[in-house]
C-alpha cells in the first residue's frame, strides 16, 4: 500500500511520514500542490492526503483536478485541515474527498483511517 502526502508544513509531513513508515506503509510527500498532480500521475498511490490551504494551488484545487483526471479519478483523497466549519466539510465532500480530517488529529487514527479505506496492503 502506499501513500501520497501532499502538505506545505514540514512538521506535518514528517510526523505523517513517520507514522505511516512505521506501520509499514509506504508514503511519499510532497510539499508543492503545484507538483502533486504530476507525482499522483507517476506513483498511482493508493490513496492522497491533502492539506487544504497550501501556498499557490489549494488542496482543494488540486482534489477537483484529480478528480477530473481519467487516470487517477478513482483514487481515495483524504482532506487533513485546519477548516473545520461544516460548509468546508460539505464542500470537500462535493469535491470527491472521501475522508475530512480537521487539524489536529491523531496520527493513529489517521493510520487506521489508511488501513480502513486501502486495506492492509
Do not use: H
Not at 507517476?42 to 490513496?47: N, V
Not at 490551504?53 to 484545487?61: A, D, R, V, Y
Not at 466539510?89 to 487539524?103: A, D, H, N, P
Request: hydrophobic residues 40%; proline residues 6%; negative net charge.
Amino acid at each position: 500500500m502506499n501513500v501520497l502526502v501532499v502538505d506545505d508544513e514540514p512538521f506535518i509531513l514528517m510526523m505523517i511520514e513517520d507514522k505511516l513508515k512505521t506501520s509499514q506503509i509506504d508514503v511519499v510527500t510532497v510539499r508543492e500542490s503545484r507538483d502533486a498532480l504530476e507525482r499522483i500521475r507517476k506513483e498511482q498511490p493508493d490513496l492522497v492526503i491533502l492539506d487544504w490551504m497550501m501556498p499557490g494551488l489549494s488542496g482543494i484545487e488540486l482534489c477537483r483536478m484529480i478528480k477530473a483526471d481519467p487516470d487517477v479519478r478513482d483514487i481515495p483523497i483524504f482532506m487533513l485541515t485546519a477548516k473545520g466549519q461544516d460548509a468546508d466539510e460539505e464542500l470537500g465532500m462535493q469535491c470527491g474527498v472521501s475522508r475530512y480530517i480537521t487539524k489536529p488529529f491523531s496520527p493513529k487514527s489517521l493510520v487506521d483511517m489508511v488501513r480502513e479505506t486501502v486495506g492492509n496492503g
